[in-house]
Structure formats: C-alpha cells, structure tokens
C-alpha cells in the first residue's frame, strides 16, 4: 500500500510543508551554527518498540521535498512488524537537510506507525468474524490523510473520508430534521442516488423507526450489551447494522459475538500511542 503519486503530490506534499514551515519559520539556526556548507552524509532509522511500521514514504518525502537528492534505502515495507533495535532505513543526503528534516519526518512516522500497531491490535480481536473494523472523523485536524492510510495499513478500514463522503445522520442531524424518519426522506430527497444513507440510533424506537425509513445502515451508538441484541434482532438484516460509541481494544471482544457487519472506534486514531523511533548514527561520508 502506497499513496499514488497524484495524492502524494496534490494532497500530502501541502500538508507536509506546512508541518516543515512550522518548524522552521526562517532558519534552522542549530544546523546552520555546525553545518555551514554542504556535506554529504547518512543516518540510520531504528525502530525502539515492537509495532507495525507504517508512513515510511511520508518520512522519506520530508526529506525530499528539502532536497529532492536524498535517498531512502528502506529495509522493511508499511505494514510490517518491527522490534526493538532492528534497523528500518537508512538515509543519505546532506547532513543539513536530514537536521532539518529530521523531527518532523519522525512525528509523522512515529504517529502513523502508532495508530497502524493500535489498529492491528484491534483487528486481531476480530480474527475469524465478518466484522469490518472501521475508524471515524475523530483525526487529527490536517493529518487525516495520513491517519486513515495508517488505519488501513494496521488491517482496518475507512468510514468516512470526511462530510463529502457519504450521509450519516447523527443525533444532532435527526433533531435539526424533526425525526429519524423525516432526515432519511430529507436525505433520500437531496443526496445522490447512488449514496447509502446510514442512520445513528441510541433507542430501540429510533430503530425502528430507522427500518421503517428504509435506512440503509443503522448505526446502534452507545447501547448496552442487551440493547444491541434486542435492536440487532429486530433489524433482522432489513439493514446493515454498525456499533459504535466508546469501542477501544479493552472492550471490543465482547461485541464480535453479536452478528453485525461494522464496528467503528474513534480510538484507532485519537487514543493510539506513538511508535518509538529514532533517527541515529548521523556522520559525514565521502562521494
């Protein structure tokens, strides 16, 4: 998995340089006190935890858009398992622009990487089931398109990418409508045919009404154990049936049992660590 070069270069490259203005608003007055002129050098990435890696190509880009010479030679792949004290990549360029660059290509690679090993956690608790385990909107403002490739990279999947995306009428959009029943006529009036509509309920009448509207997705949000079951067994498979609300990997395994086709976690990018990564060994080499 990879991002193409038209997203990379439309909608990641902008993203990235913002994150290197941010940290280097005129100068990096640090490199340029040691570094005055160029000189060739290499640095070697190593992984300090055990994780799934993930953003590998983000991280060689920071460095790239610096200097487009810098080479990458990338020793594992996004989506493999690394471990404490393995060597992941190794860098070369000039040592001013792996300084530069530095830090902000390890947030993004230590983010990415978190939320992937997070994900995959998770995934393997659904190990045998038909369940889709998918993330939310709850992203990172400005990161999302790196945050939802790392949900998939860990063995997840996408919702929605952002409000264009696709019709979920959440509580807030029932209650501007009126009723469950008159957002679904209201969204089946406006959007386009080919979109699904998908409903969130907390209350057994919600669902039915959601089923009686002819919903399409019916997203049970926050129910108890015997709630779900109840609303599930109502549904019936007149609709496909999402859980959702406060899903982490502490409490996912008693939902796999239940018979539904999604469950959602706003977890799998708001609450996932870190990956520890550093980069090392940074010395001047001859052309």
Not at 85 to 91: D, E, F, I, P
Request: hydrophobic share 40%; net charge negative; with cysteine.
């Amino acid at each position: 998995m990879m991002f193409d070069p038209t997203t990379l270069k439309l909608n990641a490259d902008p993203l990235i340089l913002s994150a290197l203005k941010e940290d280097i608003s005129s100068e990096d007055v640090s490199t340029n006190s040691v570094m005055p002129h160029p000189c060739l050098g290499e640095a070697d990435l190593i992984c300090k935890q055990d994780g799934i890696i993930c953003g590998l190509q983000i991280f060689a880009r920071v460095f790239q858009l610096l200097d487009d010479t810098t080479t990458i030679e990338c020793l594992v792949s996004d989506g493999d398992a690394v471990h404490p004290g393995q060597y992941v990549a190794k860098l070369k360029g000039d040592i001013r622009i792996l300084l530069n660059g530095e830090r902000t290509a390890l947030n993004y690679l230590q983010r990415m990487s978190g939320i992937a090993t997070y994900t995959h956690s998770v995934a393997q608790l659904l190990t045998g089931t038909k369940i889709k385990l998918l993330d939310t909107r709850k992203t990172t403002p400005n990161n999302r398109i790196f945050e939802k490739y790392a949900v998939r990279t860990g063995g997840g999947n996408n919702h929605r990418y952002n409000l264009s995306d696709g019709v979920l009428l959440k509580d807030n959009h029932i209650g501007a409508a009126g009723s469950v029943a008159k957002a679904v006529q209201m969204a089946k009036e406006y959007a386009p045919f080919v979109r699904r509509i998908e409903v969130e309920v907390e209350t057994l009448d919600m669902v039915k009404e959601a089923v009686a509207a002819g919903a399409d997705i019916i997203m049970l949000d926050n129910m108890g154990q015997d709630q779900l079951k109840e609303a599930i067994g109502y549904i019936a498979g007149r609709a496909e049936v999402e859980i959702s609300g406060n899903v982490t990997k502490e409490n996912i395994a008693g939902l796999a049992g239940l018979g539904v086709d999604y469950i959602s976690s706003g977890a799998l990018t708001h609450s996932a660590p870190i990956l520890d990564l550093s980069l090392k060994n940074l010395h001047a080499i001859k052309e």
